[in-house]
């Protein structure tokens, strides 16, 4: 199984920028998709997950508004649209597939992990 997230790059604030994932998933429409990150020094963090067909979307409180969920089942993909961005958001992001019930906030909830890919947002 392969997850490979691109789509990062050197944005300033208050730039936009949109992240794919694709997997190499079988099944991909069983698994909850999400979206983590990880800055220097820091823990990896929940940012965004949504549910088997993309009805339902939940976000971490300080993403909320400026980021969006979305996934193309046809596609093997997810995205993350993150707009408004601030140099707070500078981490690697990851892309992750659940196969639980529940809606995964925490890491130990996916099954499988991309590469990450560097998001960068300037002053």
């Known amino acids: 199984v392969q997850l490979q997230a691109f789509g990062g790059g050197l944005v300033q604030a208050g730039g936009s920028l949109r992240l794919s994932c694709v997997a190499s998933?079988?099944?991909?429409?069983?698994?909850?998709m999400g979206w983590f990150r990880q800055a220097p020094g820091k823990e990896r963090e929940f940012v965004a997950t949504?549910?088997?067909?993309?009805?339902?979307?939940y976000y971490t409180d300080s993403v909320k508004g400026r980021f969006t969920i979305s996934r193309d089942n046809a596609k093997n993909t997810v995205y993350l649209q993150m707009g408004s961005l601030k140099p707070e958001d500078t981490a690697v992001y990851y892309c992750?597939?659940?196969?639980?019930?529940?809606?995964?906030?925490?890491?130990?909830?996916?099954?499988?992990w991309g590469q990450g890919t560097q998001v960068t947002v300037s002053s």
């Open positions: 992750a597939a659940s196969s639980t019930s529940k809606i995964p906030t925490t890491t130990s909830a996916y099954n499988y």
């Open positions: 998933l079988r099944t991909f429409s069983n698994y909850r």
């Open positions: 949504i549910t088997w067909g993309g009805g339902s979307t």
